[in-house]
């Protein structure tokens, strides 16, 4: 659906976009995750031909976005970031006129508009003022506008961007949704958001691609150590016990009031140690009150990408949210 | 051309829905109406050579109304879509930017049109309430609105490629009134220390819109003033254009 070609963007001075090669297949959700400033807003702005690409090019659904820039623009459906719209129209109103914009006829448009609303439950805010809106309808409408004309191709900027955790919920399955219908590509900051909503996600950092896998496969690629959490009454020499158990490499005892000792197991990747910790518990007759194992998340797989070779600031701008 | 009237329909509604149409409008028009009865009072006062609609549409007060309009009309056409961040929405819909020009641009013409048309009122209902019938021809109406158009029409381009020049629409609005108030005034140079019939006053009248409005206003329609506007009208649309166009490449 999407091949992009060493795409590269230079703003005066700075290279925002550093010859990005990357392809989503029909029907894939793939996300784009990066901190802010990574250039994705960039790279999408290119892609939905916003912007022109200072080196390199892309073809959307077969058709190259210089050259056949109105074939592209028809089968995309762009949500930009910050989800502009006019403050001073109503939303029914608003998506007719962007219905018709997008070259769909006058009946037509009035279903297409009617589905829309629907599948984004606007129906109670149809006759409103956009200028009213709450960010919640806000985001809804500008998603609304860009499925109207049934994209192949849906591009959504950071839909859940300034949502509460309730409604980054809701979009985040409604969005998932949409997946069955629409190729998705997405652009967040967010981590827990493509992880359960995206079969791949696009890793970027300062224009350049880090790297590109399915979240699980990011996970286990970066084989980070995993981690076991212990809390039982056992002595002080259980911590040598503990660490004779294979797949354990270290053992940090803190103690804890009445006789309790938290042990924090550090343990090879994917190797899960809990049965044997059990075992031993039973054998040594130690009281357990949490036996619990901490695996990598793709959090860890992101923060340690952009560790690789970065200088601090660059990923102190991450937010992770539920 | 289709997406041109759904964008042309939406410029005029955004327009006339909002309370500052009807405010330019009944200004607009209260101005040019004390002018008018100001007119008829002098020339019942004293006998005028020039007709009534010549002493309308030469007097100062008329000029200072008339080009007040034009960054009224026009500030907000792209600096607010540019401010809003709207205009991501417009160009990366699949529209030429042509056609997005255009239809601002025929909007904006459409709604000076309308504002206009109160003071024209004025020529037929003074005939109607007076009978009167030698204040003017109804040629030299028909020739100072054809001026009039043409006049607008280039102010509205100088107000287009002004609005897509900046994302402020104040600022939009100041580049218009100072670039129309210059082209204004550069038609007056033509009576300076320089001989009638010089080369200098020659040339120079080719840029007096007031010079054409009088040739205009007398009902004698000229090619000049014709071609001169609407080429200029041409070259500020496609500079607009070219503007919107290299957003694309800029830092
Ligand atoms: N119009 C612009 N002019 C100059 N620099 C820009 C412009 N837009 C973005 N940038 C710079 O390009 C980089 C990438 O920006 P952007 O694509 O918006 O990042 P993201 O969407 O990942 O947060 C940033 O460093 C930003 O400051
Ligand atoms: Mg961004």
Redesign the pocket.
Known sequence: MIEARHLT?R??G?T??DHISFEVGKGEIVGFL????????????MLTCFLSATEGTATVAGYDIYEDSLEVRRRIGYMP?NVPLYPDMRVGEYLRFRGRLKGLGYRECRAAVAEAMDTCSLAAVERKMIATLSKGYRQRVGLADALVHKPELLIL??PTNGLDPGQIRQSRNLIRELGERHTILI?T?ILSEVEMTCGRVII?D??TIKASDSPQNLIRRLRRPGSVLLEAKAPATAATKLAAIAGVQEVNPSEDQDGWTSFVLATDPQSDVREAVHELAIRESWKVRELSSRTASLEDAFVDLLKEESPPESSSSLKTEN | MRPFSILFFKELRSFFLSPMAYVIMALFTFLNGWLFVSMVRAMQMQASPRSLVHNLFASGWFWMGFLILFPLITMRLFADERKMGTIEGLLTAPVRTSEVVLAKYGAAVAVYLVLLLPVFAFFPLFRLVTGEVTAFQPGAVWGSLLGLFLIGAFHVSIGTLASALTANPLIAAMLTFVFVMLHYFLGFLQNFGMVTGSVWSEGMSYFSTTEHMNVLAEGLVDSRPLVYYLSFSVLLLSLTHHVLESRKW??
């Open positions: 963007k703003y005066a700075r925002a976009v990066g901190p802010n400033g990574a250039g994705k807003s960039t790279t999408l702005r970031e900027d950071e652009s900051h970027i300062r224009g | 800029r830092a």
